[in-house]
């Protein structure tokens, strides 16, 4: 029996690895599509989450627990920084702008030689693993869904449902959106950062506008109405592949046609329903 565990492990490590990961990206923008912002910032955020933990494990031999921390807190910091700004927009063109980002970053990672440029960065130790990618996946999990419960959470429905009315019974609307937005980076740098270290290689396309529609798929997919609905959008998307090897190379084409599906069809996404408030009557 332990054998036949260990060889499915082996097997499909990979596939494992990327459940988890995918997942902590779905709930990156699950957090901002919570307060009704669509932002497709989030690959950009995982590739500066990536590169800057590998580049502090394979340059500087940096504990991988310290490297993480930093993952989580560069991205934070540029989402920080440009909130301001492109807070201001809503809808497509605050899509359009976090794709901008994106594509800056990928262009200087690209003539960036020493983080390897074009050919990318090799050489990342494999420091990540089933613990470390489940565990953080577990606490944010729960994290999101106590804060969905909460008066927090009740306050970014309102803010989803209407944004103005939420502003006039005294929400303060930068705030949960700039909060969002950081919180949406930090999660996403830290998805990179392990991505970057069970694969030990990263380049600069792996974070580009493909991957964003990919993971803005996952959250559509499996609805908005819980932190749950975008992991399982993450896993069955994750997964699908596999199930369908000989259609991989339409993987952003099935992707595309999941989510015209979804909107048309179900636009509640798999799990469509909402946590029970703290104290609500039941």
């Known amino acids: 029996m332990t054998h036949a565990l260990d060889n499915f492990l082996f097997t499909y490590q990979s596939l494992i690895y990327a459940l988890g990961i995918n997942s902590l990206l779905a709930l990156s923008m699950y957090v901002v599509l919570a307060i009704?912002?669509?932002?497709?910032?989030?690959?950009?955020?995982?590739?500066?989450?990536?590169?800057?933990?590998?580049?502090?494990?394979?340059?500087?031999?940096?504990?991988?627990?310290?490297?993480?921390?930093?993952?989580?807190?560069?991205?934070?910091?540029?989402?920080?920084?440009?909130?301001?700004?492109?807070?201001?927009?809503?809808?497509?063109?605050?899509?359009?702008?976090?794709?901008g980002v994106g594509e800056v970053l990928r262009i200087f990672y690209l003539n960036w030689d020493y983080a390897g440029g074009a050919l990318g960065l090799n050489g990342i130790p494999e420091e990540a693993g089933f613990v470390w990618i489940f565990g953080v996946l577990a606490v944010a999990l729960a994290g999101f869904a106590a804060i969905a419960r909460s008066r927090i959470g009740r306050a970014m429905e309102a803010i989803r449902a209407d944004?103005?009315?939420?502003?006039?019974?005294?929400?303060?609307?930068?705030?949960?959106?700039?909060?969002?937005?950081?919180?949406s980076a930090a999660v996403a740098g830290v998805a990179g950062a392990f991505n970057a270290h069970v694969s030990s290689f990263i380049g600069p396309n792996e974070y580009g506008f493909d991957a964003a529609v990919t993971i803005l798929s996952f959250a559509l997919l499996g609805g908005i109405?819980?932190?749950?609905?975008?992991?399982?959008?993450?896993?069955?998307?994750?997964?699908?592949?596999?199930?369908?090897?000989?259609?991989?190379?339409?993987?952003?084409?099935?992707?595309?046609?999941?989510?015209?599906?979804?909107?048309?069809?179900?636009?509640?996404?798999?799990?469509?329903?909402?946590?029970?408030?703290?104290?609500?009557?039941?």
């Not at 944004?163 to 919180?183: C, F, H, R, S, T």
């Not at 994750?238 to 259609?247: D, F, G, H, S, Y």
Request: hydrophobic content about 60%.
């Open 225 to 282: 109405g819980s932190p749950f609905g975008p992991v399982l959008g993450a896993l069955v998307l994750t997964a699908l592949p596999e199930v369908l090897r000989p259609l991989h190379d339409y993987r952003l084409v099935i992707n595309g046609l999941i989510i015209v599906c979804v909107v048309i069809f179900l636009p509640g996404g798999l799990l469509p329903w909402r946590l029970s408030r703290i104290g609500a009557p039941r």
């Open 163 to 183: 944004e103005a009315a939420a502003g006039v019974m005294g929400v303060n609307l930068p705030v949960y959106k700039l909060a969002a937005l950081v919180v």
């Open 36 to 99: 009704g912002q669509l932002s497709l910032g989030q690959a950009a955020f995982m590739g500066l989450g990536a590169y800057a933990s590998a580049l502090l494990t394979a340059k500087f031999a940096i504990p991988f627990p310290l490297a993480l921390i930093a993952a989580a807190a560069v991205p934070a910091l540029l989402a920080f920084v440009i909130g301001a700004p492109t807070l201001r927009l809503s809808g497509v063109y605050l899509a359009i702008a976090t794709i």
